[in-house]
């Protein structure tokens, strides 16, 4: 029997919105500033990673060791290029059909949830007008370790009260399809199956992407387990 969903629990960064793109471009900036570049390939890494966390990988690349007071600058120089690009966002911005999901899922009586390790994520819901879809918020500032730990969907299925079997989680990054897992989630990744193939399902995002679909996808990995 396939097990009835109760909830969506959706990451922000590159899943409700491209904010993916602004947290390249403003780290990419930083390391050029530093002398060094990295790739796309090695952005990746960094996706669903926290802003600390993000900086050393990237000062291990550039094979830079620095100490905690020029680290906590760098950090916030990169956060500072990064709300620049987020304060112009609007809801022009919202990737293409998320709206047409969430309001489905609100339809079929959904819990939604969001689970980000951004602490920007709220001023980029507010921008966007998405902040009163959401029943709950875990963002950087509400949760500590970071993905692959499952504790910010752990925390966010637990705020809706509905267990993790009974939810599915949505994912760009590696780290965050690996989180929902060890959590014990059904995880849709958002992208390319060659960086998300160890999630449940995979769509390359949310145009023309209905919830009966999902739920057959995962409904047929459900009974295969
Ligand atoms: C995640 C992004 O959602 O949030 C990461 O995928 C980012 O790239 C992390 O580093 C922390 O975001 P912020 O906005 O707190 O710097
Ligand atoms: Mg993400």
């Not at 990988?57 to 990169?78: D, N, V």
């Not at 819990?111 to 001023?123: V, Y």
């Not at 079997?165 to 992208?191: M, Q």
Request: aromatic residues 8%; proline residues 3%.
């Amino acid at each position: 029997m396939t097990r009835a969903i109760e909830a969506c629990i959706f990451d922000l960064d590159g899943v409700i919105v491209d904010t993916a793109k602004f947290h390249f471009l403003a780290w990419r900036r930083l390391a050029n500033q530093l002398g060094f570049d990295f790739t796309e390939a090695q952005n990746e890494k960094l996706k669903g990673v926290s802003r600390i966390q993000s900086l050393e990988l990237i000062l291990q690349w550039g094979g830079l060791t620095l100490g905690e007071p020029e680290k906590l600058a760098l950090a916030e120089q990169k956060n500072d290029w990064y709300r620049d690009y987020i304060l112009q966002m609007e809801r022009g911005d919202i990737l293409e059909g998320v709206e047409d999901f969430l309001t489905e899922l609100k339809s079929r009586g959904l819990k939604i949830g969001l689970g980000s390790a951004s602490k920007n994520a709220e001023t980029i819901l507010q921008r966007v007008g998405l902040m009163d879809v959401f029943e709950v918020v875990i963002d950087g500032n509400r949760h500590t370790r970071s993905k692959p730990d499952p504790e910010v969907f752990l925390t966010a299925a637990a705020v809706l009260g509905v267990p993790p079997e009974r939810a599915i989680v949505f994912e760009d990054a590696e780290k965050g399809v690996e989180a929902a897992l060890n959590g014990g989630f059904f995880a849709v990744g958002v992208g390319s199956p060659d960086v998300l193939g160890h999630a449940h399902y995979v769509i390359p995002g949310f145009a023309g992407v209905h919830f009966e679909t999902i739920l057959e996808q995962i409904g047929a990995q459900a009974l295969a387990m």
